[in-house]
């Protein structure tokens, strides 16, 4: 009698569970549709920062375009990509695009699976022609994918544009060499166009969840720094806004809620959160880097995604981006989307706040569309990182801390620089074997 009665209580406190959380979703929605109806895109990006983010896919279809500056979508993007000149990476968009919807969504046929693979080939097509200066890298078609199940291939190709020019601009930078403060030699660029021609934007910033892990958890830090693991662990979250590494749609998607209404560095502090919450299991393993890699790429089923995205937004306010760069003593380039976020995308938000006329706010987008085609037009040499005050450092960190973060930096693209292919495959698809046999190849251990 008493087991029955505990479970009596516990069915009565789950149902007082699920309707409290029907009445907040509620509330919720009724609050987000009120700003979206006032565009109230400020009031709209914290929404989307706060637990259940825009809550359903139905306020997303409203929110994200709005968030993007493309709410009033146009019948057909203009002019149609095929009248377009052809784009020199669409034979690799074709090599990826067959890999895509193998595990969301689920349980459809394999008719339904081409028909979204034939059309994430026009939606991406769409993007490189329209913008020729951009430049492929595997794990755009995982974002890509997102946006086209949301909102149907018109929409997705339109959405997708100012993701890639103001949000993930940084991987598509072309033959991107190293030009940190120091006189280092540049990477050269690998012979194949197939992916990325240099990784070298993304590694700096990887190299900076290091940073992050160091000042949050030291203990955890110093097994992982003697194992030797690298930042590799989480090249694919970042690049893929986690929709690689994640099979469940709604947590993807309550993801992509998050990376819309922040800085692009959002999904770095989101890695290391997830890293940060991972350190019983870590610290048990033992300090093996294959092993670690492999234990970190994978990202549990059954994550907590809102108690994750609390921690990264406190990691965000201790860590600012300008703040980690300074105490990583690692500049990203002053023309990355994070550091001109404020300048090219936060001054959209302050117009459409004030309620400007329509035709202003179209004349000030074209404007930061023109900027953000100009900056990857730039050659390496035009490019510069983010100078590096010796004596702020001082002020937020050892100086041993940042000898190390750049010998960190300089390992991975000694890695890098021996093999980007087999760097990419091991990031991708984070095999042990694979691993070891990088690691032990290039002695990084």
């Given at each position: ?120 080939t026009s939606v991406i097509t769409h993007v490189l022609r329209t913008h020729p200066k951009l430049h492929y890298y595997q794990g755009f078609h995982d974002i890509a994918s997102i946006f ?240 590096i005050d010796p004596k702020r450092v001082a002020t937020i960190s050892n100086n041993s801390n940042i000898s190390f973060g750049k010998q960190l930096l300089d390992k991975m693209r000694q ?31």
């Amino acid at each position: 009698m008493p087991r029955q009665r505990k479970r009596i209580r516990r069915s009565n406190n789950n149902n007082n569970n699920n309707i409290s959380k029907k009445n907040d979703n509620h509330s919720k929605t009724t609050a987000v549709n009120g700003e979206w109806k006032v565009r109230n895109i400020t009031a709209l990006r914290a929404m989307g920062r706060s637990p259940g983010g825009f809550v359903n896919n139905d306020l997303r279809r409203k929110i994200w375009p709005l968030l993007l500056y493309c709410d009033q979508l146009p019948e057909k993007p203009s002019p149609a990509y095929t009248e377009l000149d052809t784009h020199k990476d669409e034979n690799q968009v074709e090599l990826d695009i067959i890999r895509s919807f193998n595990t969301y969504p689920q349980d459809i046929p394999d008719e339904k699976k081409q028909e979204l693979r034939t059309q994430l080939t026009s939606v991406i097509t769409h993007v490189l022609r329209t913008h020729p200066k951009l430049h492929y890298y595997q794990g755009f078609h995982d974002i890509a994918s997102i946006f086209l199940l949301l909102f149907g291939e018109k929409d997705a190709s339109i959405l997708m544009e100012n993701v890639s020019l103001f949000l993930i601009r940084y991987p598509f930078f072309k033959k991107h060499i190293c030009t940190m403060n120091d006189n280092e030699n540049p990477l050269p660029a690998p012979s194949s166009n197939a992916m990325l021609d240099s990784l070298d934007p993304i590694l700096r910033e990887i190299t900076m969840i290091d940073t992050i892990i160091q000042h949050e958890d030291p203990k955890l830090h110093i097994h992982m720094t003697e194992s030797g693991v690298l930042p590799f662990y989480c090249l694919s979250w970042i690049i893929t806004w986690f929709s690689h590494d994640i099979d469940d749609i709604s947590k993807i998607v309550r993801l992509f809620d998050l990376f819309l209404s922040s800085n692009p560095l959002m999904p770095l502090y989101v890695a290391a959160a997830l890293v940060l919450s991972r350190r019983q299991l870590v610290l048990k393993e033992s300090p093996d880097p294959s092993m670690i890699h492999t234990l970190l790429t994978k990202v549990p089923k059954n994550i907590n995604i809102e108690l994750l995205i609390k921690r990264a937004i406190e990691l965000e306010k201790l860590y600012p981006p300008y703040e980690l760069q300074q105490s990583s003593g690692i500049g990203l380039d002053q023309e990355s989307s994070v550091n001109t976020y404020k300048e090219m995308w936060l001054k959209m938000v302050i117009i459409d706040d004030n309620n400007e006329e329509k035709d202003n706010k179209q004349q000030l987008l074209q404007s930061m569309r023109k900027k953000a085609q100009d900056i990857l037009a730039m050659s390496a040499n035009e490019r510069t990182p983010l100078p590096i005050d010796p004596k702020r450092v001082a002020t937020i960190s050892n100086n041993s801390n940042i000898s190390f973060g750049k010998q960190l930096l300089d390992k991975m693209r000694q890695s890098y620089k021996h093999d980007p292919m087999l760097w990419t495959t091991v990031a991708l698809s984070a095999g042990v074997i694979t691993f070891a046999v990088a690691t032990d190849q290039f002695g990084l251990v």
